[in-house]
């Protein structure tokens, strides 16, 4: 055998004068260049020549590993081999024998059927008085003391809506979602600082304010925020603290 396929710790048969015998490597002696084998006996021996090694003895798996091996899946324990019956197969036998088939009562999510329709409804209508106060507001038909009423209905209807987990959705948006405007003026007044457009609208979708589509949607805030700031002048809830930032102006 070669030198460094010998181990310790494993049984070898090896030469030993014409005879062969067994023994099991107990260390290596550096200093003469051999192995310590013991014998079947308990004696202790030096082989010093690699080639008396002749193969390795491996050790007999025990029985339980061995009938582990061997042991093969009976018929009725594997389900790949059991008929499948069909959906409606359970219910005829059962008719059949006629005892009667009990359904159990489907248990419907808390957030589903009529209480997520009035939550909806409810963000909607809100949401849609928030808007018309606020345009009310800038022909001055009605106070600024209104709107912010409005808008703190609108804002608790669609936490509700949020906090439920309601994900429905209508022309690509998820209702009682804000505004991008709206999101971007709650953001920035939340935070007290101005702030990038970029910024803005990643706080805004992280804290669930807005969902915003399109591959730049930070493009998209920031020419709203800037169309709003046109278009209505001193009126705007924007102002621009500095280039490519925005701020929301004192009330």
């Not at 999510?109 to 606020?134: E, M, Q, V, Y």
């Not at 509700?160 to 007044?189: C, F, P, W």
Request: charged share 35%; proline share 4%.
């Amino acid at each position: 055998m070669k030198a460094a396929s010998i181990q310790i710790g494993r049984s070898y048969e090896i030469t030993f004068g014409k005879s062969i015998s067994k023994v099991k490597v107990k260390n290596f002696d550096p200093k003469h260049g051999s192995w310590i084998g013991e014998t079947e006996s308990g004696k202790s021996m030096s082989i010093k020549d690699p080639k008396r090694f002749l193969k390795e003895i491996k050790p007999k798996e025990p029985k339980a590993v061995k009938e582990a091996k061997e042991f093969k899946e009976p018929e009725w324990l594997n389900e790949s081999k059991i008929p499948k019956r069909k959906l409606g197969d359970q219910s005829k036998e059962q008719n059949n024998n006629n005892v009667p088939v009990k359904t159990l009562p489907k248990k419907s999510s808390p957030f589903h059927g009529d209480l997520a329709a009035t939550l909806l409804a409810t963000a909607r209508s809100a949401s849609i008085r928030a808007n018309i106060a606020k345009r009310a507001f800038e022909y001055g038909f009605c106070s600024e003391k209104i709107v912010k009423e409005a808008e703190k209905d609108a804002e608790t209807a669609r936490t509700d809506v949020r906090n439920a987990g309601i994900t429905e959705r209508k022309s690509g948006h998820t209702i009682g979602a804000m505004s991008g405007l709206d999101a971007a003026y709650k953001v920035l007044q939340e935070e007290g600082r101005p702030m990038r457009a970029k910024e803005i609208t990643q706080l805004a979708q992280e804290r669930g304010y807005c969902e915003l589509r399109g591959r730049t949607p930070d493009a998209t805030i920031s020419a709203a925020i800037d169309t709003e700031m046109k278009r209505k002048g001193n009126a705007s809830r924007f102002v621009k603290a500095d280039k490519g930032l925005f701020a929301i102006v004192e009330s």
